[in-house]
């Protein structure tokens, strides 16, 4: 991939990442040449549409599943939004309403969830634990009669944990539950397997491997009802109106091929500098690491900063030329810390104080190490300032993060 901007050091991979060289040129011959509706019935048309159905089928290759199993959405959330609504009026129509999911979904399963819970489904979410995992015991635990759907997540985006879903999957198989992952963190990053893991529905996301933004992919194992969410023509076997978007759709194969082609040597070499990251922040006094350390995404870090802002935090490193996230929620403007931090056990105090930095097969050494320095300066800076961070020294109160 090319070189990088502005000597920025980019780190928050889990919000988007960059587009390869292979994604792109992958896209523009469907942007110039083959650029005909899939649906026309002229030949140029026919030729998208048999281009369509090629890149349907290899898809469902990286997956493991069957081309007509695969359905192109518009990216992510959707995915999440029609896998639970088709997964809880196909339950309904039995009966089950109630729905198990985690504590720490993103929010395009949470806000689905509350949806549902409006229209009276019932909604147990699972605590996750210190660890940022969930046990299939709990699963097989939480499971009525009445219940129509689980969904964890493959891996959390800000604390990237990974979820025993094979295990889930196998699970829900055998009590006749259909089980929903939201794999947008995880595909091109871990390898997945909807066969081996079991799983009936599947959402992932292009941007967050390479691949162009706005595009992603429902997987629906056959047999399994869809419900639209976008009423219309025909296109996705009746399931999800609108022109096909041909050019990122062939962005996100190529992307995805290439990130599991290669994942097998780029999981080790960015997990290494994961670990060194860890390492040398952990070092900070009074900090912590959020989530596993061992069943945790290649690219992912994050930690909590006793007696200091990650929105202060963020702001300094910025300058320094370094992009992370705080991983907390507010973006929005709302000051309430990450429900994903909360889950975990952090208190908000510390829930305030946190980073989130998330690598990609172009950090290098030097970027971490040059990461591991500025954030250790900046953190003591501002706890320099801050009258919370005295009383703590003084004694006046008692430090959480030992
Ligand atoms: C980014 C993300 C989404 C949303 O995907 P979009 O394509 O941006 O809509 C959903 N779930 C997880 C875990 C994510 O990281």
Redesign the pocket.
Known sequence: MGEKEDNVIYLDN???TKMSRTAIEAMLPYMNDIYANPSSLHTPGQKAKEALELVRERVATVLGCEPREIYFT???????NQAILSAARQGARWGKRHIISTAF?????LHTLEKLQEEGFEVTLLPVGEEGIVTPEQVAEAIRGDTALVSV?????EIGTIQPIGEIGKLCRERGVLFHT????AVGHIPVNVVTDRVDLL?L????FHGP????VLYARKGIRLQNLIHGGAQERGKRAGTENLPAIMGMAAALEEAVLKLPFQSKQVADLRDRLIDGLSRIPHSVLNGSRTSRLPGNVSFCFEGIEGESLLLLLDDRGIAASSGSACTSGSLDPSHVLLAIGRVHDVAHGSLRLTLSDETTEKDVDTTIAAVTDVVAHLRSMSPVWRDLESGKKEFIIK
Request: aromatic share 4%; hydrophobic share 35%; charged share 20%.
């Open positions: 889990a919000a988007t518009s990216g992510g959330s959707e995915a999440d979904e993103h929010h395009a399963v997540m493959y891996a959390n985006n939201d794999a947008v963190q959402s996301s292009a941007h967050k933004k706005g595009v992603g």
